[in-house]
C-alpha cells in the first residue's frame, strides 16, 4: 500500500507552529517535525527527513527560521551537511531589515 504524500504546506504549518509552540529562544530537530507528522515509528516519520530539510531551507531562504550546525547558522541551506537543528529567526529590531536575529541556544 503507497504512503499518503505529505505536502510542503503541511510540512511548513507544522515546523512553524512546533518552533512556536517550543518558545523563544529554543530549537527543534527535523525528525521532531517528521515525528510529529508521521508518528512515532521509522517508517512514517523517516521518508520526511529530506523534505523537511528541503521546506526548512526554504524559510531560512524567506527569513523564517535558521538552519544551525553546531550551533552557528548555515551560510547555504542548499548546501551543508551533517546533523542540524531549525530555530526561529526574528527580524533586527530598529533596523528595518529581514536579517534573522538568532536566538540564543
Known amino acids: 500500500m503507497p504512503r499518503p504524500t505529505v505536502s510542503p504546506e503541511l510540512i511548513r504549518e507544522r515546523l512553524l507552529a512546533l518552533l512556536a509552540e517550543r518558545g523563544e529562544g529554543k ?11 508521521g508518528g512515532p515509528h521509522p517508517d512514517g516519520w523517516s521518508p520526511l527527513m529530506t523534505p523537511i530539510r528541503k521546506v526548512a531551507a526554504r524559510l531560512m531562504k524567506e ?19 551533517g546533523v542540524y537543528r531549525i530555530a526561529a529567526a526574528t527580524p533586527e529590531e530598529g533596523e528595518g531589515n529581514s536579517s534573522p536575529v538568532l536566538p540564543p541556544t
Open 27 to 37: 530549537t527543534i530537530g527535523p525528525s521532531d517535525v517528521a515525528r510529529d507528522i
Open 63 to 81: 527569513g523564517r527560521v535558521a538552519i544551525l550546525r553546531k550551533g552557528k547558522p548555515v551560510e547555504d541551506p542548499d548546501d551543508f551537511r
